[in-house]
């Protein structure tokens, strides 16, 4: 199985990353070993603030329809979204607009697992909530959703693993589920 991972957030110090780059790891040591996981970095999806305009004029971006392509080539996808004011992180907005003028099913009908890591104990619901419910529209296949709240203290940064059992006993059914 060949699978997207990245986190949906242009943050370097991205606790999201961590987040999906553990999924991946536990994709690969306990759920689907023969799995190619490419984790992508949105910082290299940088591009200009959607606008009819400017696509009217110059089209859509290369690294729009580069990643647009990446979702088409994967088997599964794995999203951990940064909550922003309730929502998307606007980096992750933008370049879903623009992907979204290529086709408006941006995930292409893929199997993905969704989750979301913030320092709050909300566990960024809200995001995951308008994921959960607009991602359908947008031809994504959720098979399941991992939250995990107070991230510092459910997550050990220097193994790069979940602490909190029951997080990581959500994220292996919702992994399993893509198999
Ligand atoms: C502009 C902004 C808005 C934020 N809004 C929320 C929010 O609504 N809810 C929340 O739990 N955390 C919020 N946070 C905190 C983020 O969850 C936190 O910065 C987290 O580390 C983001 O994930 P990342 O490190 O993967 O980018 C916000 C942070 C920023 C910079």
């Known amino acids: 199985m060949k699978m997207l991972a990245f986190a949906a957030t242009n ?15 536990v994709m690969r040591s306990e759920i689907a070993p023969e799995s190619e996981i490419r984790v992508v970095d949105l910082n290299d999806y940088e591009m200009p603030i959607f606008s009819i305009d400017r696509e009217t004029a ?5 690294q729009a329809q580069d ?7 994967a088997d599964a996808l794995l999203i951990s979204y940064a909550e922003h004011n309730g929502h998307y992180s606007a980096a992750y907005k933008n370049i879903f607009d623009w992907m979204s ?9 893929k199997p993905m697992v969704i989750m979301a890591a913030t320092p709050a104990p909300s566990g960024a619901a809200s995001v995951l909530k308008a994921a959960t419910d607009s991602a359908p529209f947008f031809g994504a296949d959720i098979r399941g959703s991992v939250s995990v709240g107070r991230f510092g203290e459910r ?6 693993t979940l602490t909190d059992e029951a997080a ?3 994220l292996r059914q919702s992994l399993a589920a893509l198999v």
């Open 168 to 170: 990581a006993q959500t």
């Open 155 to 160: 997550f050990d940064g220097t193994t790069g």
């Open 58 to 62: 110059d089209g859509i971006p290369a």
């Open 11 to 25: 943050s370097r110090n991205s606790i999201n990353v961590k987040l999906v780059k553990h999924a991946a790891d």
């Open 101 to 109: 003028r290529i086709n408006k099913r941006v995930y292409q009908d």
């Open 67 to 73: 990643l647009y392509e990446q979702i088409g080539a």
